[in-house]
């Protein structure tokens, strides 16, 4: 049964920064993409970054780039976004998710229950 965690949401002001953390629970593969979608309201869900195992590879949405950084403790079965220069458009409900190995974008199947972040 996989369990995936968020924290760090909060409400910040542009320009600020903000980190996100997810616990991962539940699972025995060993190699495994993970990411951070986010929803802002109302549209859909968006990917916002992934990255695999070994942290070597990671992906990034265009609006992001540069500002947001995704890392992962495979010790600590931890995923981290760590964002910077927030924008008014950042607001969004932001999702941890899982895939059972290195799949496509449709392939995260497993998400946490989200946590919020507002940017004024």
């Known amino acids: 049964h996989v369990q995936l965690v968020e924290s760090g949401g909060a409400s910040v002001q542009a320009g600020g920064s903000l980190t996100l953390s997810c616990a991962v629970s539940g699972y025995t593969n060993r190699r495994y993409c993970m990411g951070w979608f986010r929803q802002m309201s109302g549209k859909e869900r968006e990917g916002v970054a992934a990255?695999?195992?070994?942290?070597?590879?990671?992906y990034y949405t265009d609006s992001v780039k540069d500002r947001f950084t995704i890392s992962r403790d495979n010790t600590k079965k931890m995923l981290y976004l760590q964002m910077n220069s927030l924008k008014t458009e950042d607001t969004a409900l932001y999702y941890c998710?899982?895939?059972?190995?290195?799949?496509?974008?449709?392939?995260?199947?497993?998400w946490g229950q989200g946590t919020q972040v507002t940017v004024s």
């Open positions: 998710t899982k895939q059972e190995g290195y799949g496509d974008y449709d392939d995260f199947a497993y």
């Open positions: 990255i695999y195992t070994g942290g070597g590879t990671t």
